[in-house]
């Protein structure tokens, strides 16, 4: 079975799948691409299977309907636990995730649990972002690192790449999340259980073709489900100190800051 698995959840990307995909392919690593498609009205798996048919390497996963980010991720995620893959990647349909990335990310794995593409850490950048979007992730993420007590720069981005021990330990099950906040939910999970986490600088660009799914509902969400974790947080920290007198684990030992060798 080839080392990694890179899921790319669809959901009307037919302008952008063919691209992607080809792209991971020319990569210098031993990958198998799995397209997790939501129904998509225009014609997306279809074209999905057309690509599985011409390579081998191509894998399908039809969902009966669109049922959020977090579902796809998560049903692709357990497809590849189910075959043995050692990596698990998650990579975004519409080319704003840069395959060309991958093998550094995939190298960062020898010595951590979960490795994250980072717009806003030194050397990281987006391009073609309008200046409301960068203040709404850039707000987002700092909200996100005070009320959890992480280190982390970019809490909710979509680029990653796990071992698939860190999917398993993290309980993919009872994940309810779904957007931005499924990627916040992941990360949580993993620095809450002593992961290695790894966060190294990559270049965002805006996608060309096709429409966001970035909604208000996926950033009141996020904002809820973050305050509450951060909540429970303290409250348990509060708790134990009471009780025994110590202190929790801190979820910054785990963290890295991984930048590329000039």
């Known amino acids: 079975m080839p080392h990694c698995l890179v899921v790319i959840p669809t959901y009307n990307e037919r302008e952008n799948i063919t691209p992607i995909v080809e792209r991971v392919l020319a990569l210098p690593v031993d ?21 599985a048919a011409r390579h081998p390497e191509v894998h399908v996963l039809h969902r009966s309907e669109k049922n959020g980010l977090g579902g796809a991720y998560r049903a692709g ?11 698990i990647v998650e990579l975004d349909a519409d080319g704003s995730h840069h395959p060309e990335d991958l ?7 020898e010595e951590h649990d979960l490795v994250l593409g980072s717009r806003w850490v030194p050397g990281g950048r987006v391009e073609n972002w309008p200046l409301r979007r ?23 981005g ?5 071992r698939a021990s860190a999917l398993r330990t993290i309980e993919l099950e009872t994940v309810a999340s779904q957007g931005y906040c499924f990627q916040v939910d992941l990360l949580w999970r993993a620095l809450e259980r002593g992961l290695r986490v790894a966060e190294t600088p990559i270049t965002f660009t805006e996608r060309v073709v096709g429409e966001s799914k970035m909604s208000t509902d996926i950033v009141v969400e996020s904002l809820a489900r973050v305050t509450g974790w951060g909540l429970s947080r303290r409250m348990r920290a509060m708790g134990e100190r009471m009780l025994h007198g ?11 800051l991984a930048l590329p060798q000039r």
Do not use: C, K, Q
């Open 31 to 51: 990958a198998h691409v799995l397209v997790v498609d939501d129904n998509s009205p225009d014609g997306t798996g279809d074209l999905a299977d057309a690509l």
């Open 246 to 256: 110590r202190r929790l684990p801190s979820v910054r030992e785990g963290y890295h």
């Open 158 to 162: 979509g680029y990653r790449v796990f």
């Open 77 to 87: 995620f357990a497809w590849g636990l189910e075959r043995d893959y050692f990596a």
């Open 134 to 156: 960068e203040l709404l992730s850039r707000g987002g993420n700092t909200y996100t690192r005070i009320a959890l007590g992480i280190d982390v720069r970019d809490a909710t």
């Open 103 to 109: 093998p550094r990310m995939l190298g960062l794995l």
